[in-house]
Nanobody, 117 residues
Framework: QVQLVESGGGLVQPGGSLRLSCVVS????????MGWYRQAPGKQRELVAQ???????NYADSVKGRFTISRDNAKNTVYLQMNSLKAEDTAVYYC???????????WGQGTQVTVSS
């Protein structure tokens, strides 16, 4: 089992920045990829960014150049640095982990990000 706990969400003005953190515990050795997803009201959950154990990184086109995913293995933590935030970035952001062989997904509880003036 893998447990994920997000933090760092909040209210920010357009153009501002936030950094989300996701602390991972449990069967960390079984994880193949870590990522951030988001879900806005009335919309489907979508991938924002993902990083694999081989350091392959993918971003949604809508966040390229503005968001950066990174990890600190010593702290078992994955980060999402969000810059130049826009109103359309408003959503609940979820941390995700994918198991290496089963490809089972694990989810955090989510953290709200609101971009508004």
């Amino acid at each position: 089992q893998v447990q994920l706990v997000e933090s760092g969400g909040g209210l920010v003005q357009p153009g501002g920045s936030l950094r989300l953190s996701c602390v991972v515990s449990g069967s960390i050795f079984s994880i193949y990829a870590m990522g951030w997803y988001r879900q806005a009201p009335g919309k489907q959950r979508e991938l924002v960014a993902q990083i694999t154990t081989g350091d392959s990184i993918n971003y949604a086109d809508s966040v390229k150049g503005r968001f950066t995913i990174s990890r600190d293995n010593a702290k078992n933590t994955v980060y999402l640095q969000m810059n130049s935030l826009k109103a359309e970035d408003t959503a609940v952001y979820y941390c995700n982990a994918v198991a290496r062989y089963s490809l089972r997904s694990f989810w955090g509880q989510g953290t709200q990000v609101t971009v508004s003036s």
